[in-house]
């Protein structure tokens, strides 16, 4: 899944503090990591998602699923695949 970009930083935040998530940290290693990528894919593309541009060089093409290992423990991540034409 992409990150949900209806949110603001600091609301995410906040909600996370709330419920109290035991996972605090690798939710945040998460969602900072797949903003990172959809902002590459943003640039790789020539337009960011949903947007329509002449200068578009390819598009996505969902997503896929990998285990990325890190000292807070194993992240399942969310990355864009891209087309081209």
């Keep these: 899944m992409a990150a949900d970009l209806s ?6 935040l906040a909600k996370q503090i709330e419920t ?3 996972d605090l940290l690798r939710s945040m290693v998460k ?7 959809s902002a590459e ?10 947007e329509r541009s002449d200068e ?3 598009s996505r093409n ?3 699923k990998r285990e990325w290992d890190t000292r807070t423990g194993t992240v399942q991540l969310a990355i864009p695949k891209l087309r081209s034409g």
């Excluded at 949110?7 to 995410?12: A, L």
């Excluded at 969602?31 to 990528?37: F, I, R």
């Design 56 to 58: 578009r060089t390819n």
């Design 7 to 12: 949110v603001t930083p600091e609301q995410w």
């Design 20 to 22: 109290g998530d035991p």
């Design 31 to 37: 969602t900072m990591a797949e903003a990172l990528m």
């Design 41 to 50: 894919a943003d640039t790789l593309c020539g337009a960011g998602y949903g």
């Design 62 to 64: 969902g997503y896929r």
